[in-house]
């Protein structure tokens, strides 16, 4: 009986781009999955919760989660800046398998990033919802961002304030998954084999 050695080893079980889309995957997921049921969450990320301070709500997970996705998917970009020639091994399973991982990553930034218009808003604004119109109008003043749905009076009491102007921030969850986009796209191209490339 023979051991399969490093180099026989699927090359998606070796590559860290692999596994982080993967990891990104999962916790956007979990994100989108808690923002929609704001009670599910304790405020403590899957393997990182217990080194980050902060409480983070579902509020959070919202309007950080798309901008930590964008940042990811920069960091893939950069990991394949400068791929080693032997990179022409992959499969055409690999490349699929990659491009779909990919896929689902950039679809499930943008639908956090809707949720931001969907499901977060000041508190009288709530009844109100949907608020795409943030991205043309701007309440002054310091503004707590509340979740809007049933039963989340407890967490608001922890939510963020809405950054100066809000505007901006809003726009932020219409750019943000379209630089995801592009980094995965330009990730993804750099990750081909030289000969699938045009």
């Not at 809000?166 to 750099?190: C, E």
């Amino acid at each position: 009986m023979t051991l399969i050695s490093d180099n026989q080893a699927p090359e998606r079980t070796k590559d860290p781009v692999f596994r982080l889309a993967g990891m990104g995957v999962a916790l956007l997921l979990i994100s989108l999955f808690a923002s929609r049921a704001p009670t599910t969450f304790n405020g403590k990320l899957p393997f990182i919760g217990q080194f980050i301070p902060l409480d983070l709500n579902v509020v959070y997970l919202i309007v950080l989660g798309p901008i930590a996705a964008t940042l990811l998917a920069a960091y893939f970009w950069h990991l394949t800046t400068g791929r080693s020639p032997e990179s022409g091994n992959r499969s055409p399973y690999d490349l699929r398998s990659l491009g779909f991982l990919f896929g689902l990553f950039g679809a499930l930034t943008l639908l956090l990033s809707v949720q931001y218009f969907l499901i977060l808003a000041p508190e009288p604004l709530c009844p109100t919802r949907s608020h795409f119109d943030f991205l043309w109008t701007n309440p002054p003043g310091p503004t707590r961002i509340f979740h809007c749905m049933g039963g989340t009076e407890e967490l608001n009491k922890n939510s963020p304030y809405y950054l100066e102007p809000m505007i901006v921030q809003s726009w932020g969850h219409i750019f943000w998954p379209i630089l995801t986009s592009y980094f995965l796209y330009r990730a993804w191209q750099r990750w081909r084999p030289s000969s699938e490339r045009r």
